[in-house]
T-cell receptor, first 107, second 116 residues
Framework: LAKTTQPISMDSYEGQEVNITCSHN???????ITWYQQFPSQGPRFIIQGYKTKVTNEVASLFIPADRKSSTLSLPRVSLSDTAVYYCLCNNNDMRFGAGTRLTVKP | DAGVIQSPRHEVTEMGQEVTLRCKPISGHDYLFWYRQTMMRGLELLIYFNNNVPIDDSGMPEDRFSAKMPNASFSTLKIQPSEPRDSAVYFC??????????????FGQGTRLTVV
């Protein structure tokens, strides 16, 4: 099972772009990379998923290099409401969450 | 669909009592997951089911914990007897698939359990 490593916490300011990188050195060939967001007192919520290159949706972008040993979640122009914990998963056969990255957006 | 529905939302019980947490997954989803979240241990996967069959229960902490899925629309997580260290938020989640692209797990609102 691919283990993921993320920074424990990050701080940002409103309007900035935030990039959170996740390392998954032993990702399997058939693993997808998925990111979830969790607000206090709520369950995690799916943000974005990809296999390689770049994926973009209305919420975020996901950058995956050719070797797939890492991935970067990019949040454009964050607001205070983006303060949350962000989890990276390599989940082809597993739904185990790591410690996640606690993002704090300041005014 | 109303999403994943968990009950109760809050439960306070005394040590030694039996506690039953309930979950209704999204209709048509083949996978159901139970998680426990605490500040110290984060979000832990306890057990998951595929088509009502338990697939991996390696995260269940001990024999006091048991989970069942008698049909596709209902699952329970039972703790008997409960202990103060079981105090946590318990989440249930369901997903349509597990291995393909567009796998998305939907989480319920959680049950906050306090054992005193």
């Amino acid at each position: 099972l691919a283990k993921t490593t993320q920074p424990i916490s990050m701080d940002s300011y409103e309007g900035q772009e935030v990039n959170i990188t996740c390392s998954h050195n032993n990702i399997a060939t058939n693993d997808y990379i998925t990111w979830y967001q969790q607000f206090p007192s709520q369950g995690p919520r799916f943000i974005i998923q990809g296999y390689k290159t770049k994926v973009t949706n209305e919420v975020a972008s996901l950058f995956i290099p050719a070797d797939r040993k890492s991935s970067t979640l990019s949040l454009p122009r964050v607001s205070l409401s983006d303060t949350a914990v962000y989890y990276c998963l390599c989940n082809n056969n597993d739904m185990r969450f790591g410690a996640g990255t606690r993002l704090t957006v300041k005014p | 669909d109303a999403g994943v529905i968990q009950s109760p939302r809050h439960e306070v019980t005394e040590m030694g009592q039996e506690v039953t947490l309930r979950c209704k997954p999204i209709s048509g989803h083949d996978y159901l997951f139970w998680y426990r979240q605490t500040m110290m241990r984060g979000l832990e996967l306890l057990i998951y089911f595929n088509n009502n069959v338990p697939i991996d229960d390696s995260g269940m902490p001990e024999d006091r914990f048991s989970a069942k899925m008698p049909n596709a629309s209902f699952s329970t997580l039972k703790i008997q007897p409960s202990e103060p260290r079981d105090s946590a938020v318990y989440f249930c989640a369901s997903s349509l698939v597990l291995r393909d692209l567009d796998t998305e797990a939907f989480f319920g609102q959680g049950t906050r359990l306090t054992v005193v």
